[in-house]
Every structure is written in structure tokens, then in C-alpha cells.
């Protein structure tokens, strides 16, 4: 089967803790974002990479980090740093603009 | 910095009635995307506009775009419950590099 997966779907973490949201895709793009949504709101860019071993920070980047060591894997880790880290993260891979999202990972801070 | 504004915020209709979408956005850009979000789920690409003057069409939804007016329209014709949604428009910084997104527009149709 083919396309995004992304992992867990849904998350709860206390206060304090650092969390790690998976993103894989195996449609050989080499584009990888990240991108989180708030209740009621549009989607703002976290990080995004273009190219395996190199990303740069979107809009939000605060109190996030991100890895990319392979073409297929792109992992966001919500910091204890960020605040108020309670959203619907999604992860999307395109190529020249048009986006495909993954199905999207709700994190809950408790 | 690129700005896109969508309006209305919510719209609430009967089924059957025609409605508009309005997408504006700030700074230049030739391409635009609209898509399609249900209730706790993830986005669903709808349209991808590529230039000015460019239409795009799909059931009882109509796409336009026009880059010198900086301003897209979702066109929905005889609404029908299934098109309930949020529906987001998304413009390219022109780099490719990334997208930026309006506030989505909450789509409600009434039987």
C-alpha cells in the first residue's frame, strides 16, 4: 500500500515531555513538510525538507525539531519547549507546490 | 510577508442555492490550491490553479483564479449536504518552497 503514513494518530503527553510523531512515505518525494493545525484555524508550517540531510524552519518552528536521514522518513519532535503544543500536526509531501497530506497525528497535552 | 484571507469564515446554506468562496492574497503569486477538509480529517487536494485566467471544474464545484486581482473563487453550484466541509485555499510563495494557507471557510448545507 502505498502513499503517507504517519503515526501515532492520536497522542497524549504531559506537560514536560518531549514526543515524537512519525511521518514515512514511500512515493519517492523528495519534498517533506510538516504542518500544524489549531481548532477552527488554517494549517501553519513548522519545517519543511527538500532534500535528505537538509530542512529549513517554517513559520512556527519554536519548540520543534526535525530530522531528515532518509528520503522516506521525516520525524517532528514537539519539544517541551513548545508551550502549547495541544493540535493536530499533519504531514504532507509534494512536488512544485501541490501538497498530499498524511491522515495527521492529534497530540493532546495532559 | 504572504497573507492569504478567506471570506466568508462560515457559511450556512440551503441545499440547492449557489454560494461563492472568496480567496485574496497579498503578495504575487501564479499558483493557488483549494482543498477540502471533513471533520477530523485530513486535507483532500481539490483544485490547483496555475495561472491567470486558469478554470478548473469538478461536479458542482468551479475553480477560478486571477493573479493580477490576487483573488481565487470556489463557485458552488446547487448545493447538496455531501459538499458539508472546510474547505482551505493555499498559495505557493512562488519558489515552490512552501504553501500558505487562509483560515478555511466552514461550509454548512441544509436539506
Known amino acids: 500500500d502505498g502513499g503517507i503514513t504517519q503515526s501515532p494518530k492520536y497522542l497524549f503527553r504531559k506537560e514536560g515531555q518531549n514526543v515524537t510523531l512519525s511521518c514515512e512515505q514511500n512515493?519517492?518525494?523528495?519534498?517533506m513538510y510538516w504542518y500544524r493545525q489549531d481548532p477552527g484555524q488554517g494549517l501553519r508550517l513548522i519545517y519543511y525538507?527538500?532534500?535528505?540531510?537538509?530542512?529549513q524552519k517554517g513559520d512556527i518552528a519554536e519548540g520543534y525539531s526535525v530530522s531528515r536521514e532518509k528520503k522516506e522518513s521525516f520525524p517532528l519532535t514537539v519539544t517541551s519547549a513548545q508551550k502549547n503544543p495541544t493540535a493536530f500536526y499533519l504531514c504532507?509531501?509534494?512536488?512544485?507546490?501541490?501538497?498530499?497530506f498524511g491522515e495527521g497525528s492529534r497530540l493532546t497535552v495532559l | 510577508e504572504l497573507k492569504v484571507e478567506q471570506n466568508p469564515l462560515f457559511l450556512s446554506m440551503q441545499e440547492g442555492k449557489n454560494y461563492t468562496i472568496y480567496c485574496n492574497y497579498s503578495?504575487?503569486?501564479?499558483?493557488l490550491y483549494w482543498y477540502r477538509q471533513d471533520p477530523g480529517k485530513s486535507l483532500e487536494s481539490l483544485f490547483v490553479l496555475l495561472s491567470n485566467g486558469a478554470v478548473k471544474q469538478e461536479g458542482r464545484l468551479m475553480a477560478s483564479l486571477d493573479t493580477k486581482a490576487r483573488l481565487s473563487t470556489l463557485h458552488i453550484t446547487a448545493a447538496v449536504h455531501d459538499l458539508s466541509a472546510t474547505y482551505f485555499c493555499a498559495v505557493d510563495d512562488n519558489a515552490g518552497n512552501m504553501l500558505t494557507f487562509g483560515g478555511g471557510t466552514r461550509l454548512m448545507v441544509k436539506p
Open positions: 512515493l519517492n518525494h523528495d519534498a
Open positions: 503578495t504575487t503569486s501564479d499558483r
Open positions: 504532507a509531501i509534494g512536488t512544485t507546490g501541490e501538497l498530499f
Open positions: 525538507s527538500q532534500i535528505v540531510n537538509d530542512f
